[in-house]
């Protein structure tokens, strides 16, 4: 099932520091001054911060869902259809996100979803 616009606000603003902006098109999150995610209502998309070799493998994997935006240093953004992605996948990409940026302070309020 595709996740809506609700669904993804609620996931990322419910992580500990999230700093929402809005701008024209598009909304930013970013957690104590570090971007770390983009959402465009317009197309119901959202971009993420990922490491270069999970933005590849996203975009190998299911190039109807994700594409590359751009890469900067060791990462790489992705766009993410939110019509082509569950729940549970948008949480951890998020979480991924989020904990690629977030300090260590914050890194120990939340449990790594990644992690049996």
Do not use: C, H
């Not at 520091?17 to 959402?39: H, I, L, T």
């Not at 549970?88 to 690629?100: G, K």
Request: no cysteine; net charge negative; aromatic share 12%.
């Amino acid at each position: 099932m595709a996740v809506d616009s609700a669904q993804f606000l609620r996931i990322v603003n419910g992580l500990p520091g999230v700093q929402q902006a809005e701008a024209q098109r598009y909304s930013s999150f970013s957690v104590r001054g570090g971007k770390f995610g983009y959402y465009w209502p317009a197309t119901q998309t959202v971009g993420l911060k990922q490491t270069l070799v999970e933005q590849r493998a996203l975009v190998a994997e299911r190039p109807d869902v994700f594409e590359e935006q751009f890469t900067s240093g060791a990462f790489g953004w992705v766009v993410v259809y939110l019509e082509g992605v569950e729940a549970d996948e948008l949480t951890e990409l998020v979480f991924e996100a989020w904990r690629l940026t977030a300090p260590e302070d914050l890194l120990t309020e939340v449990p790594d979803l990644a992690k049996p």
